[in-house]
């Protein structure tokens, strides 16, 4: 076992022995919360530190100035970060400076689909071919047959030479679309 992943299971059997001192058995769901603009890194680092399981998907994008162009990393879906918990204790994410609160229905938070995170999760691992997108509602629907990203649905696109699936958080309104071979999708029904 690699440094970095015991540290990770050290770290998530102490945020399970803190989930449970403070109520026993809690059903975490993932959430998103709102940030002030460009705090999201420093959010992630703050949630990281008080062992609350976090995910910041981002993208690296190149900049230009006059004099020189840069890589620098940038959070996919602006102003959010998404926070696996139990909706009872989000006092502790509220207090975190720069969290502006969680996306609610009707005055109750309202839960990310959890097949969401872990499509993005899956579609971000390579950060080579991810880019943001659009949100898109209509559009056809398609599911990869092979690859990493196996299963995951999504709507199909074609940019110029090449074939993209675009992956949606319906929560956020908001997409990311992933460099595919279209031979690897399928169409749904």
Known sequence: M???AATRATVETERRSISAARGGAVEEQWYAA????????RVAQQLEQRLIRSFLPTYQSVRRWKDR???IE?????CYIFVQM???????????????????????PAPVHSAEIE????????????????????????????????GVEGVLL????????VLSISLLQRSISVDIDEADVEPLG
């Open 69 to 71: 162009r840069k890589l």
């Open 34 to 41: 709102y940030t002030c603009a460009n705090h999201e890194k």
């Open 86 to 108: 139990d909706a009872k204790n989000r006092l502790d994410l509220l207090r975190l400076p720069g969290v502006l609160g969680l996306v609610c229905f009707r005055g109750k």
């Open 2 to 4: 690699s440094t970095m």
């Open 158 to 165: 074609r940019k110029r030479d090449c074939t993209r699936i």
């Open 119 to 150: 499509n993005l999760q899956r579609g971000i691992k390579d950060k080579t071919s991810v880019h943001a997108h659009p949100y898109l509602k209509a559009g056809r629907k398609v599911r990869i047959r092979s690859g990493s990203m196996a």
């Open 74 to 78: 940038l959070p996919l879906f602006p």
